[in-house]
C-alpha cells in the first residue's frame, strides 16, 4: 500500500493522470519500482506461506521481514536513482532463494 501511495503521489507531483505510465524520469523510475515489487509479492507470499507452514514459523517470519525491508530499500533506492536499487534487489533475491530452499527442505521432511 505504501508503495501504491507513492505512486498516487508522483502522479500529483508531475502531473501524469491515469492510465498514463510515462512522463518525468523520477516518476517513472517510482512507478516502475512499485510494479516490478507488485509483480514479486505473489512469488514471496507463497514461498513465505509453504516454509513458515512446512519448515519454521520463526524462521520464515524473519526471512520474510528481511525481505520486506529490503524490498523497501529497493522501492527507496529506484525513486533516487535506477543504479539505487541494484544492491537490495540483489539482498531480496536472495532472500526468495532462501526461502525457496526452506520450503523444499519442509516439504522433503513432511512427505517422505
Given at each position: 500500500?505504501?508503495?501504491?501511495?507513492?505512486?498516487?503521489?508522483?502522479?500529483?507531483?508531475?502531473?501524469?493522470?491515469?492510465?498514463?505510465?510515462?512522463?518525468?524520469?523520477?516518476?517513472?523510475?517510482i512507478f516502475r519500482a512499485q510494479a516490478n515489487c507488485s509483480e514479486y509479492f505473489p512469488i514471496f507470499i507463497s514461498l513465505l506461506w509453504v516454509a513458515g507452514v512446512f519448515f519454521h514459523q520463526g524462521v520464515a517470519a524473519a526471512c520474510g521481514a528481511l525481505y520486506l525491508y529490503a524490498r523497501f530499500r529497493y522501492f527507496q533506492g529506484y525513486a533516487l536513482a535506477a543504479q539505487g536499487r541494484l544492491g537490495p534487489l540483489y539482498a531480496s533475491a536472495w532472500l526468495l532463494w532462501l526461502l525457496l530452499g526452506l520450503a523444499v527442505a519442509g516439504l522433503l521432511a513432511h512427505f517422505l
Open positions: 500500500a505504501y508503495f501504491a501511495l507513492q505512486v498516487i503521489y508522483a502522479r500529483r507531483k508531475y502531473k501524469i493522470s491515469p492510465p498514463e505510465t510515462t512522463g518525468h524520469p523520477d516518476f517513472e523510475r
